[in-house]
C-alpha cells in the first residue's frame, strides 16, 4: 500500500493540468504491453486526461501531440531500469540516460526533444519494469498487478469530465 501512496503522490503533481498520456509498446510482447494495457484501462474509466495508444510507433503521434498542445505528456512504456519486475518508476525526461533501456527504436529522449521543439510541455515517463518481452508470452503476474496500480492511480488523479445536461 505504501508503494501505491508514493505513486500516487508523485503522480498528484500533475492534477488539474491539461495531459495527454502516450501508451507506447508491442501487447504480443508480453511485458512490452504495459503501456497499451494502461491506456486500454484508462479508456474503460473514461478519464479526463487525453489518451494515445501510439504501440510500437510514438514517432507516428508527434503531430497529433503537438496539436494538443498539453502542459503535460505522460509517456508509459515498459523500461528496463534494472528493478524488479513490476516495479513502476517514474523518470522526468531529463533523467532518462543510457541506463534506461525501451524496447522501442525510436529513444525517448529523441521524442521528447522533437515534441518540445514545437511546444512548451513537461514530460513525465512511467516505467515499468517488466520481467519478459518475448514475442508470444503472456504478462507476467508482476507487471498485471503493477498496470492495474497505475491504472487506477491515473484514473483517480484524472476522473471523468462531469456534463451538464
Same mark, same amino acid.
Request: net charge neutral; aromatic share 4%; glycine share 8%.
Given at each position: 500500500?505504501?508503494?501505491?501512496?508514493?505513486?500516487?503522490?508523485?503522480?498528484?503533481?500533475?492534477?488539474?493540468?491539461?495531459?495527454?498520456?502516450?501508451?507506447?509498446?508491442?501487447?504480443?510482447?508480453?511485458?512490452?504491453?504495459?503501456?497499451?494495457?494502461?491506456?486500454?484501462?484508462? *479508456?474503460? &474509466?473514461?478519464?479526463?486526461?487525453?489518451? +494515445? =495508444? $501510439?504501440?510500437?510507433?510514438?514517432?507516428?503521434?508527434?503531430?497529433?501531440? !503537438? *496539436?494538443? &498542445?498539453?502542459?503535460?505528456?505522460?509517456? +508509459? =512504456? $515498459?523500461?528496463?531500469?534494472?528493478?524488479?519486475?513490476?516495479?513502476?518508476? !517514474?523518470?522526468?525526461?531529463?533523467?532518462?540516460?543510457?541506463?534506461?533501456?525501451?524496447?522501442?527504436?525510436?529513444?525517448?529522449?529523441?521524442?521528447?526533444?522533437?515534441?518540445?521543439?514545437?511546444?512548451?510541455?513537461?514530460?513525465?515517463?512511467?516505467?515499468?519494469?517488466?520481467?519478459?518481452?518475448?514475442?508470444?508470452?503472456?504478462?507476467?503476474?508482476?507487471?498485471?498487478?503493477?498496470?492495474?496500480?497505475?491504472?487506477?492511480?491515473?484514473?483517480?488523479?484524472?476522473?471523468?469530465?462531469?456534463?451538464?445536461?
Amino acid at each position: 500500500m505504501q508503494a501505491d501512496q508514493q505513486l500516487f503522490k508523485q503522480l498528484s503533481k500533475i492534477r488539474g493540468s491539461s495531459t495527454v498520456i502516450v501508451g507506447i509498446g508491442n501487447t504480443l510482447k508480453g511485458d512490452d504491453g504495459a503501456g497499451p494495457l494502461v491506456c486500454e484501462r484508462l *479508456k474503460q &474509466a473514461k478519464t479526463s486526461a487525453g489518451l +494515445i =495508444d $501510439a504501440g510500437t510507433v510514438p514517432e507516428n503521434y508527434i503531430q497529433k501531440i !503537438i *496539436k494538443k &498542445a498539453p502542459r503535460t505528456l505522460l509517456v +508509459i =512504456d $515498459a523500461i528496463d531500469f534494472g528493478a524488479e519486475a513490476g516495479k513502476i518508476r !517514474i523518470f522526468e525526461s531529463g533523467q532518462l540516460n543510457s541506463h534506461v533501456i525501451s524496447t522501442h527504436t525510436l529513444s525517448p529522449r529523441l521524442f521528447v526533444d522533437m515534441i518540445g521543439r514545437s511546444i512548451q510541455v513537461d514530460v513525465y515517463f512511467v516505467g515499468v519494469q517488466p520481467e519478459q518481452t518475448r514475442l508470444g508470452e503472456s504478462i507476467s503476474a508482476a507487471v498485471s498487478r503493477a498496470i492495474e496500480q497505475l491504472s487506477s492511480a491515473i484514473a483517480e488523479i484524472f476522473p471523468p469530465l462531469n456534463s451538464c445536461e
